[in-house]
């Protein structure tokens, strides 16, 4: 489940080699953007809410440098607590440009806690990262990998994906993604299905969005599997207003209750 709630959306055009070219043009946020949604759970046939989720992106500084600094919290209510406690935080650091800089998440799932952190660095036109978690037990693993492709995480894919351009692909087109947490790389892709329109119960508006899957190759396995479903605004701002998660113990959604602080006109929105 958390695995599925953390992922709104995903990153595109992802071959290029130099850290400047693992950077792209913001056009999408600005600072002081603020995104909330209503966290649902399919239990026994039926929809009950079981928390909420919100982001926030402002500009910063890491390490001296002007950088973004975005931050995802998710939290489950305090009835379903009782069946299955989530308190998770991320946090990530990009360049101007949208090149990662550091990753944070500190869950809490159930009984279990655990931290993971990545360091971004782009030696000899590669993209470099030093991993580290922190188990449930209090053990610090580390470790390093180095990669010729860009690399993203969690959050900053996040980033990114809200700055393609979407109007060159065609319905069914799968996309390289490579993600990586503090254990390992994920081999996983996008596909992009085409358009429709969706009506948020939150803010009760009608947006024409994109809509995507992120797909992943089961370890161990010669199977695909949908992860999630996701409904992204189709205008500049590329806003998740909806996602259908696709879990091993059932299915979850995810819908926009308000958001504040958008960069562009939202010309998705529908009369």
């Given at each position: ?7 709104f ?25 603020f995104l ?30 002007k950088?973004w600094r ?12 009782n ?7 991320l946090?990530?650091?990009c360049?101007k ?11 809490r ?7 993971d ?65 503090a254990?390992?790389?994920w081999n ?9 329109t ?13 809509v ?16 999630i ?5 189709d ?37």
């Amino acid at each position: 489940m958390k695995k599925a709630l953390l992922l709104f959306v995903f990153s595109l055009l992802l071959n290029p080699v130099s850290a400047q070219r693992c950077g792209i043009e913001n056009k999408a946020f600005q600072s002081g953007e603020f995104l909330a949604y209503d966290l649902y759970f399919n239990w026994k046939f039926v929809w009950m809410k079981v928390g909420t989720a919100s982001m926030s992106t402002v500009e910063s500084t890491y390490k001296g440098q002007k950088a973004w600094r975005a931050s995802l919290v998710t939290r489950t209510s305090s009835k379903m607590d009782n069946l299955f406690m989530m308190r998770d935080t991320l946090l990530s650091y990009c360049s101007k440009d949208l090149s990662p800089l550091y990753f944070r998440k500190g869950a809490r799932e159930g009984k279990r806690y655990y931290v993971d952190e990545l360091w971004y660095s782009y030696p000899k036109q590669n993209c470099h990262l030093r991993m580290h978690r922190i188990k449930n037990s209090g053990e610090h693993q580390w470790k390093d990998a180095e990669y010729k492709d860009c690399i993203y995480d969690m959050m900053s894919v996040f980033l990114r994906a809200r700055n393609f351009n979407a109007a060159s692909l065609k319905k069914g087109e799968n996309i390289p993604l490579p993600i990586s947490d503090a254990k390992q790389l994920w081999n996983s892709w996008l596909k992009y299905r085409g358009k429709e329109t969706f009506k948020a119960d939150g803010t009760n508006e009608k947006f024409r969005c994109l809509v995507f899957s992120f797909m992943e190759r089961e370890k161990g396995k010669n199977k695909n599997k949908e992860i999630i479903r996701f409904y992204i605004t189709d205008d500049q701002n590329h806003i998740p207003v909806r996602l259908d998660m696709f879990l091993n113990f059932g299915s979850a959604k995810a819908f926009l209750r308000t958001y504040k602080g958008v960069r562009s006109p939202m010309t998705s929105k529908l009369k």
